[in-house]
């Protein structure tokens, strides 16, 4: 296409180093300080919905990272050719291609993640964060730095909902990963000593509360505030 | 950057073109490896009613296969009762049989499977009856397995699964806990009438003297009601199969 050439006709100066000082920034600026859940407070329908248990949670973290990642590449690549009036849909087209692969593949070579979680990863279609960065970043950015662009905000994401899903699962099953962590306790000290899960924690309700404690401790630590 | 209404239209005839044959050539790849998966899943599902999950869940996929074919044979009866081998000159077997598929029929019409389960290698050596069911749950499909011993009577043991109940409420019927409730309950009151388990509302009573009563789960009340509905109707679809069962040991007892 014309556009590719254009683009190498600029790129004349000597290339940026693979991991530059602002390609790590791409990284690591949604990791903590603009964290797509936190701070722009999106994905929050997926942060509470599959966090019951720490193993579903970090299978949809995978699958959002894959996605997020891929249909940023795609979009970039396509991005000079993608007519502005479509670009909505055309976006949208990739996404939706790119989970229904996700579920195709989890239904072939995971079954039961499949059955557990072919609902919430049906959803990621949704997830504003994907659409966001496309928009946001890979309608006006080369791939490769798409794709850092793509993994940093799918990070952030995923480390925030595996955080929210540590606390839950813990407090609401007494587990970590399906081991019975309150078992373990409760042998320690004895047949007596038993610990009561909270049942408040299983509910969407007590993933309102940690993500809001989260909020709370990381915006009273880089004193951020929305204007 | 304005383009012409017959670039936006190429370009969006291109773009569905290449994700379709994408998507279509991933299905087929993949289809075998998916129907595989499922019916494993099934076997599982059948398995599940029977032994602990536990045993199951270390079991690879190959023993789980060799286990189903060595202890678990099938057959195929209509609503009253009478086994069916073929139907419209296509031969019936309990693995072609879509249950989901049968529950839109009318009930006459309908095909029942009904998987044995026996010895190793011994199907005159009967230790549990297992018939499927299938029903709705508060927001989607509900379905699953119940073994009953060979009274007839008794339950040995049941699984369910669902398609979307609410995670932490409806979702539970799932979890070992919840079906293990059923086990030793009876689906005949002492006069002889089929009146099956109920799941009760609300949770944490001890159903221990009520032989048709099982413990209900907090917050999931519409869900333990599809599951009553589902026991009630499939049950009441293999009475005839049941009963033929029941008379038979019946009389080898005298």
């Known amino acids: ?227 | 950057m304005q383009q012409s209404n017959t670039y936006i239209i190429t370009f969006s005839v291109i773009l569905t073109v290449v994700l379709g044959l994408l998507l279509s050539g991933t299905s087929q790849v993949l289809g075998p490896k998916q129907k595989e998966a499922m019916a494993l899943d099934n076997k599982k599902q059948i398995l599940g009613a029977l032994i602990p999950g536990e045993e199951i869940a270390v079991m690879t996929p190959e023993e789980v296969n060799s286990y189903y074919e060595s202890r678990v044979s099938t057959i195929v009866v209509d609503i009253n009762g009478k086994e069916v081998k073929e139907r419209d000159g296509v031969a019936v077997t309990a693995e072609t049989v879509d249950i989901a598929k049968n529950y839109k029929k009318p009930k006459e019409e309908r095909l029942f499977p009904v998987y044995i389960y026996h010895a190793e290698g011994n199907p005159e050596d009967v230790a549990n009856y297992v018939l499927p069911l299938y029903g709705a749950g508060l927001w989607n499909a509900i379905w699953g397995y119940i073994a009953l011993d060979t009274d007839m009577n008794t339950v040995g043991g049941i699984t369910l699964a669902h398609a979307g109940e609410t995670p932490g409420l409806g979702a539970r019927i799932t979890e070992q806990e919840v079906q293990s409730r059923y086990v030793g309950k009876e689906i005949y009151d002492e006069s002889g009438n089929l009146v099956a388990v109920e799941m009760q509302k609300g949770e944490g009573y001890d159903y221990s003297g009520s032989p048709h009563k099982v413990d209900g789960m907090s917050g999931a009340t519409i869900t333990a009601k599809g599951v009553n509905n589902m026991l009630e109707n499939y049950l009441g679809y293999y009475q005839a199969y049941i009963e033929t069962k029941k008379s038979s040991t019946t009389v080898a007892v005298l």
């Open chain 1, 1 to 227: 296409m014309s556009a590719e050439t254009v683009e190498k006709a600029i790129a004349k100066k000597p290339a940026e180093a693979l991991l530059s000082k602002r390609r790590k920034k791409l990284i690591s600026d949604p990791l903590v300080d603009d964290n797509p859940v936190t701070i722009q407070v999106l994905g929050i329908c997926s942060a509470l919905a599959v966090t019951t248990q720490m193993k579903p949670t970090l299978v949809m973290a995978i699958a959002v990272i894959f996605v997020i990642v891929m249909s940023n590449f795609v979009i970039s690549l396509m991005r000079n050719t993608v007519p502005g009036r479509v670009r909505i849909i055309v976006q949208l087209a990739v996404v939706a291609t790119l989970v229904t692969l996700v579920n195709e593949l989890l239904k072939a070579f995971a079954f039961d993640m499949y059955k557990e979680l072919s609902v919430f990863v049906g959803l990621i279609i949704t997830n504003c964060i994907v659409m966001g960065r496309l928009e946001a970043f890979a309608m006006g950015n080369k791939p490769y730095d798409s794709v850092l662009d793509g993994f940093g905000s799918a990070l952030g994401y995923s480390w925030i909902i595996l955080a929210v899903a540590f606390f839950r699962e813990l407090f609401g099953s007494g587990s970590l990963f399906g081991l019975p962590i309150y078992d373990y306790i409760s042998g320690l000290f004895g047949p007596d000593f038993t610990l009561a899960t909270n049942g408040l924690m299983v509910s969407p309700v007590g993933a309102f509360m940690i993500l809001g404690i989260i909020i709370w401790v990381q915006r009273t630590k880089t004193g951020y505030v929305e204007h």
